[in-house]
């Protein structure tokens, strides 16, 4: 049973995070240099009685306290506006986006993870070996590319080579049955997953790859190993499942960074999810959609972080004792 | 006069400036056996200079436009060819250079100065300052890096300005939790104690003493710092947070999707993508080589 003083510390500290990330998005907006819908209507001649209007229907005219607790009690119910683009309810357009991102995130996810391990714990078993320097040089040269550009080589070669798709998410003609279109989609999946995969794999890897070295240099290995166990034996059951901790910390603290490379990877295939619409948000300056996005996406990531605060404790009980 | 026996004595020396060129001329030495480190550095140097010496390398000026010469493939003419507007790709991604560098090291500076301040004041005093400034940093490292910038980026409006001050003011969290950890180290130092001891505020401690033993750390990581700063310019622009007429590597990837150049005309795409590759490449190498030695406890990838 974890202890109950580390649960208070990391529920107060969920939820001072919270509050602090809704004030800061508050502020950051009404902040903004220029009225918004001069910079949407730019040149189309706005009179001064329609600014009023638009000011009215959405709010910009009360006080800023006035509008801070609107905003609190319109956000915890869900209401995030409405988008200045199309006036429709932004919560309208998340949801759907938000399905989209987390099936092309936990599939890239799931796949990068076991791959990150797998590669990870042979290269940290042969270390120095070529694997293992190959693996290292992949990575940082991996590293340091752009998501974007790897999608975009990716997809010139999808499309010349393969004939795969390259954009959204299915055909609009021509597929019928469950089957076709399960099949269908998981064609339009193929670049950008890779695409994921290769810039998420990466971290995993390295992480792995320390975490085992680590484990190797401890007195049970060594014992482990006087006693004559099998090298299968001591990699699996000896230092896999210690070294395997570390990375479910990871995980929750890497969701922001994967976030960020499937901004740019949804983007680049235009695939219906919350990167792609905050790449069409940033084009159309559509504030409430851009805000109600970083609001939806930073609170999912700190609630995952504090899932695996949570976790970390039954999988690893020596946390809460520190 | 009491003030400056005690610098000398307990400084090591760094004071003198004979001193700090032999340590200099030692640092060379150690950093010129490290292989990595020295392809990065010339990597490094290479770009430096083709970014200062644009206007002689690049054969035309980066917004020249040659009539009905669109989406040609690399010649002669156009070593990498042309894009959609029919202008030359060599001179933008040669010009490009000195935006993605400059933007670069501006932002890096911010994130630096942001990072060393905030750690060595965290690392420096206990108690209430440290908690709130650890909360600060565990707040930034927890929200999504880049979809914060790109907030930040276009509350500020889209442009070079922006997207540096969005960097800089996101990406400091690495700086200041090494800088933190050096800071605590540094402060159980015994000169340290008999500054204190002496009547030295702390202010003057954390000037003379801390900060320049915290610098060399300083150093290495905001080298990696230019590194990911140069990666999330590229990315920013290319989500169209840039300055349209402003020539950068991002900006000119962005084009290349927005036109639909890119399953066409891969000369448009891979010589850009493959510069900010290198230059990111050489900051990361010659980052990791400046931690190696002067934080020895740094694990080796």
Redesign the interface.
Known sequence: MANVGYIVRKLS?LI??TF??LTFNFY??R???GNPFRLLFRGAGLSADAVRSLNAQFGLDEPLWVQYIIYLKNTVSGNFGLSFQTRAPVIGLIVPALINTAILLSAASVISIVAGILIGMLAAWRRGSKFDVSA?AT???L???????LG??L??VG??YFALP?AGMRSFTGISGIFGQLQDLARHMVLPLLTLVLGLTGQYV?VMK?AL?DVFTEDFMVTARAKGISNRKLLWDHGFRNAVLPMVALVA?N???S??GA??TE??FSWPGMGLL??RA??A?D?PV??G??LV??VT??VA?FVADMLYPLLDPRVTEQ | MSQETTETILDFGYSRRSTYIKVLKGFWRVYRSNKMGMIGLVILAAFILAAALAPYIAPYDPTEVFVGQNLLPPSWQHLFGTNEAGQDLFSQVIYGAQASLIVGFAASLIAATAGTLVGILAGYFSGLIRELLMRLTDFFIVIPSLVLMIVLASVLGAGLTSIILAIGLVGWTGTARVVMSQTLSVREHAFIEASRASGAGDFYILRSHVLPNVMPVVFANTVLVVANSILYESVLTFLGLGNPNQVTWGQILQFAFVSGAITTAWWYVIPPGLSIMLVVLAFSLTGYSLDEIFNPRVRKI
């Open positions: 500290g001072v995070t602090f990330v950051l907006f902040v903004l240099p290292s990575t940082l040269v590293y340091s590319m752009p998501t974007f550009w975009l080589v997809m010139f499309v010349i390259v390295l320390g070295l603290l969701l922001g960074l976030i960020g901004v740019q983007t680049v905050i790449y940033i084009l300056r504030y851009l805000q996005a970083f996406v930073t990531v700190i972080n």
